[in-house]
């Protein structure tokens, strides 16, 4: 059974700094692209960062490059999302998920974890 498991999120003050991990079991995580997408109530999930299952690629949504990095530590099974100067607009679950190559595109992820919240305050 695969199962990924999103931790580090909480309540920030604008400007602060979180890192989130999402650690993964049932697959080797080494084998996949891994991205990390938020979603806030009534609106779509969307894309925030991807990267490569060599870590050699990494991807961002335009509102978050600069501020956001992803990267990957296949030896724990484990990606990381660093947030830097946090703002309100990025409150949203944030989830992480597994698929054959690091993509923007969510039809490609085949496995997602439950999600952890994320809010910044004014």
């Known amino acids: 059974q695969v199962q990924l498991v999103e931790s580090g999120g909480g309540l920030v003050q604008a400007g602060g700094s979180l890192r989130l991990s999402c650690v993964t079991s049932?697959?080797?995580?080494?084998?996949?692209?891994v991205g990390w997408f938020r979603q806030t109530p009534g609106k779509e999930r969307e894309f925030v960062a991807a990267v490569t299952q060599s870590g050699g690629g990494t991807y961002y949504a335009d509102a978050v490059k600069g501020r956001f990095t992803i990267s990957r530590d296949n030896a724990k099974n484990t990606v990381y999302l660093e947030m830097n100067s946090l703002k309100p607009a990025d409150t949203a679950v944030y989830y992480c998920?597994?698929?054959?190559?690091?993509?923007?595109?969510?039809?490609?992820?085949?496995?997602w974890g439950q999600g952890t919240q994320v809010t910044v305050s004014s």
């Open positions: 049932g697959r080797t995580i080494s084998n996949y692209g």
């Open positions: 998920a597994m698929g054959p190559r690091g993509s923007y595109y969510q039809p490609t992820y085949i496995y």
